[in-house]
């Protein structure tokens, strides 16, 4: 291109036209991210709490460095100890700590994060039991959320009182589960593992449920029932609220489009 023509594609007049251009296009893909923000969210979201399902299924296909990368990327996420974990493919659903002791005799928990599971066992998922019921359950709510908004748009969230209540139970039992790790170790023998108080409470007339963390015991029931509830707190709660303000904003949005186009 010679020099009069690279003059011409730089005048202020061309300049303009381009700009004008990235704009629109920019305008446009603004406009649609606060129309859909939701289901990218969504989609975002279960892609995220999906991985770690993928993590046992390698396993059991041999696949054995894509399980374990899958595993090694969501350590930050979850502490991924076995006897707090769900087993796929395998014998059972979850294991007692004495089971996986058996196969894995070393009890530290952070050597213990790094026991999958065997051929025998199954392989467990790169998510806790709580972080199942939690971090997967938010986005599940989310698309209950998404379909009931369909029919009611306007649909409120709920109040800021209801949404920390929603949360209390999960912070109470993440919480007492916590100080008795600290404590007395994951050997079996915290307040939380034994479950002794409450066995007192209810005159032992549960024999089996109290104590562990496995599959139908009362730990097992508080990870999977406090989870759901705080998931639906979240989903009933954070997305209706980013809900109204992105529709203000889209709105918000709109018109100064609309009053660029008239000037």
Request: aromatic share 16%; net charge positive; hydrophobic share 50%.
């Amino acid at each position: 291109m010679n020099r009069e023509g690279s003059e011409m594609l730089n005048t202020p007049a061309s300049l303009a036209r381009r700009s004008a251009q990235t704009v629109t296009w920019a305008d446009r893909l603004v406009d649609r991210f606060l129309a859909h923000w939701l289901a990218l969210l969504l989609t975002a979201m279960l892609i995220f709490v999906g991985v770690p399902f993928l993590a046992p299924l390698f396993m059991s296909w041999g696949w054995t460095r894509a399980g374990e990368l899958i595993y090694t990327l969501y350590i930050p996420f979850c502490h991924q100890l076995p006897q707090r974990s769900w087993f796929l493919f395998g014998e059972k659903f979850t294991y007692t700590l004495d089971e996986i002791a058996r196969v894995y005799p070393d009890t530290d928990p952070w050597s213990l994060r790094f026991f999958y599971g065997t051929p025998e066992m199954g392989w467990k998922v790169a998510w806790s039991d709580r972080m199942i019921s939690f971090y997967a359950m938010t986005p599940v709510f989310g698309l209950l959320y998404a379909g009931i908004r369909r029919w009611r748009p306007n649909l409120p969230p709920i109040s800021g009182r209801l949404f920390l209540l929603t949360l209390l139970p999960l912070a109470l039992d993440g919480g007492t589960h916590m100080i008795s790790d600290m404590i007395y170790g994951i050997s079996g023998g915290g307040f939380r593992d034994t479950n002794a108080w409450l066995a007192v409470l209810t005159g032992n007339a549960f024999p089996g449920f109290y104590a562990g963390d496995h599959l139908g015991t009362f730990n097992w029931w508080m990870r999977l029932l406090t989870g759901l509830l705080a998931a639906w707190g979240v989903a009933f709660y954070v997305f209706p609220w980013l809900d109204r303000l992105l529709a203000r904003e889209r709105l918000r949005y709109r018109r100064a489009l609309a009053q660029r186009k008239v000037a």
